[in-house]
């Protein structure tokens, strides 16, 4: 497995030392080198990118502007001379985050980060599998799919309601959908997926899931009582 990644920073030497480092990691494959968003965003139209290690402070766009402009970014490594851009940089999804100057030891920290998410991501889904895994803050969290009520969207991150607890995790709604299997689950509205097993009734345009009241949109309401329906008669 090889993590298909680009560079992107404006200062030569940091951009150096980071390609450098970088050829050391047997199973990082480094598809470009970009000085600055533009460069990276062109590049990004063209070529599948799996991990991306990205400056802050760059000319014209910032390291986090970019980012913010992306609809589907690859993982990304933020680095940068500045550690108060940490939390900026977390509430953006990032994958962990550098200050430069920073040792080979610290970015092969980072790398492997990157590959154990990407396999865990990546994993091929099998009827046997019952569970999957989540970043929550510095570690990953193993969640049964049975235990899991609903997932309330908040702005950059994602709530995962289960059973016993609740687990916070920066996610878009979008990549906790794609994870989650969609005989089981469904999105009711922008900020809300629930599993149907949870489902207790149904109250105008709200459902009642574990006790909660959750709203329904206006134009997916027919269609998921549809579904709901369907699953009934099934």
Do not use: W
Not at 5 to 17: C, M, N
């Amino acid at each position: 497995m090889e993590l298909k990644t680009i560079v992107v920073e404006d200062e030569p030497l940091a951009r150096d030392g980071l390609l450098s480092y970088l050829t050391e990691i047997d199973f990082v494959q480094i598809k470009g080198v970009c000085e600055n968003a533009l460069q990276a965003n062109q590049l990004l139209a063209s070529v599948q990118v799996d991990l991306m290690f990205l400056d802050i402070q760059m000319p014209k766009i910032t390291g986090i502007e970019f980012l913010k402009s992306l609809k589907q970014p690859p993982m990304v490594v933020m680095s940068t001379a500045y550690p108060n851009f940490a939390l900026q940089g977390y509430e953006l999804d990032v994958l962990d985050y550098l200050v430069k100057p920073f040792p080979f030891e610290r970015l092969l920290k980072s790398a492997n980060k990157a590959r154990d998410f990407y396999l865990l991501k990546n994993k091929p889904t099998q009827q046997s599998s019952d569970f999957f895994f989540v970043k929550c803050e510095h570690r990953f969290e193993k969640i049964f799919y049975k235990d899991v009520i609903c997932v309330e969207g908040m702005e950059n991150y994602v709530v995962i309601h289960t059973l016993a607890q609740k687990y916070i995790t920066l996610m878009r709604m979008k990549t906790i959908e794609e994870m989650l299997p969609a005989p089981d689950f469904i999105r009711i509205h922008k900020s809300y997926l629930v599993a149907v097993g949870a489902i207790t009734s149904i109250d105008g345009s709200d459902l009642i899931v574990g006790g909660k009241s959750l709203p329904m949109s206006r134009d997916k309401k027919a269609e998921i009582i549809e579904i709901l329906l369907k699953n009934k008669r099934e």
